[in-house]
């Protein structure tokens, strides 16, 4: 049973437009949700993150927007730059659990 | 200092060989984590040490051993691996374990990752 679903394997925007990538969990008990970035042969690097207790989270160019009812959270990247291109992975945990479980990741290709 | 680093970037090794795979973090952090990720897959946890014990793993096959001699380093011993251990091996920290005070807490730093080869 995967708890936490990136349903597009992919995504491709144009340089200057918005990009948004999908998560979704099944998992009620959630209360901390996570983005990363993965550059290739790099390590995953955290993005930006979002507690239950509030539904929009900013910083620069990344919103994260967590919509608790349809446990449904979503990052947007205004404006897209080329050097975002990467596979974007998504995490929920139970804030201090010990763990966080990861979407299958959304590679992203922006086109200058 | 915000860099986990992780020895060797790449390793080859035979099905009988003995090899150890070396995590370093300087930020303080007292919970630090293996992950094992496969191509086109998320990071998959195998263990989690928190304040240097072992608080998860994952039912990871013994071949698998894992030590944190001290709070700033975390070790994978590996023993009789097969093909398909194969993969890309994450190290990550994160702020504290049990008992933490900081909803930053769960935020983890990734190393580079080891990158395997089991022939």
């Known amino acids: 049973d995967q708890q936490v679903k990136q349903n597009s394997p992919s995504l491709s925007v144009q340089e200057g437009r918005i990009s948004i990538l999908n998560c979704d969990y099944t998992n009620s008990m959630f209360d901390y949700f996570l983005w990363y970035k993965k550059y290739p042969a790099e390590g995953p690097t955290f993005l930006i993150s979002?507690?239950?207790?509030?539904d929009k989270n900013e910083d620069g160019r990344f919103t994260v927007f967590l919509n608790k009812s349809a446990k449904h959270l979503s990052l947007h990247i205004v404006p897209s730059q080329p050097g975002d291109s990467a596979v974007y992975f998504c995490a929920a945990s139970v804030l201090r659990a010990g763990k966080s479980t990861f979407g299958d990741g959304t590679t992203l290709t922006v086109k200058p | 200092d915000t860099e986990v680093t992780q020895t060797p970037k790449h390793l080859v090794m035979g099905m009988t060989n003995k090899k150890s795979l070396k995590c370093e973090q300087h930020m303080g952090h007292r919970a630090m984590y293996w992950y094992k990720q496969k191509a086109k897959k998320p990071p998959e946890l195998m263990f989690v040490?928190?304040?240097?014990?072992?608080?998860i793993n994952e039912s990871v096959p013994s071949r698998f051993s894992p030590e944190c001699p001290n709070s700033s380093l975390l070790n994978l011993h590996l023993h009789a691996l097969q093909p398909e251990d194969s993969a890309l091996y994450l190290c990550?920290?994160?702020?504290?374990?049990?008992?933490?005070?900081?909803?930053?807490?769960?935020?983890?730093?990734f190393g580079p990752g080891t990158r395997l080869t089991v022939l």
């Open positions: 040490y928190s304040y240097e014990k072992l608080s």
């Open positions: 990550a920290s994160s702020q504290e374990g049990e008992g933490a005070g900081s909803i930053s807490t769960d935020t983890q730093y």
């Open positions: 979002i507690s239950s207790i509030k």
